[in-house]
């Protein structure tokens, strides 16, 4: 699996935008109360850190949520107390509609790096 990109720690500029898409490659309505969405996913390298983040719905109806300043998910200071200089997470968006179902997007990854002046 190929990471979807790279994120400095302290990045606050970056957002994630993820269009969820149901099994026929068509967007999700997330329209109505009760639809949300949240990024979640765990990393090996980072293990006592995991990432639970509610996005906001930016076109709902064509299933588009947008998850703000992600480079501040991840922070040198977990980078350090866990001895590594990026830290890669398979991630998963969850989402529910206004129905209240709930489904999973497929697994992507996205890397957490140190940000560049610290030590090597």
């Given at each position: 699996m190929e990471a979807l990109g790279e994120v400095v720690v302290g990045a606050t500029r970056r957002d994630f935008v993820a269009t969820i898409v149901d099994e026929n490659d068509e967007p999700v309505n997330l329209s109505g109360v009760g639809a949300s969405a949240k990024?979640?996913?765990?990393?090996?390298?980072?293990?006592?850190?995991?990432?639970?983040?509610?996005?906001?719905?930016?076109?709902?109806?064509?299933?588009?949520?947008?998850?703000?300043?992600?480079?501040?998910?991840?922070?040198?200071?977990?980078l350090t107390t866990a001895a590594v200089k990026r830290s890669t997470y398979k991630l998963r968006v969850k989402y529910t509609d206004s129905a209240a179902?709930?489904?999973?997007?497929?697994?992507?990854?996205?890397?957490?790096?140190?940000?560049?002046?610290?030590?090597?």
């Open positions: 990024l979640q996913g765990r990393s090996t390298d980072t293990p006592l850190v995991t990432i639970d983040l509610t996005g906001t719905l930016t076109d709902p109806s064509q299933g588009v949520v947008t998850f703000p300043s992600i480079g501040s998910l991840v922070t040198q200071a977990q179902k709930i489904d999973f997007t497929t697994e992507f990854l996205i890397i957490w790096s140190q940000d560049p002046l610290q030590p090597a």
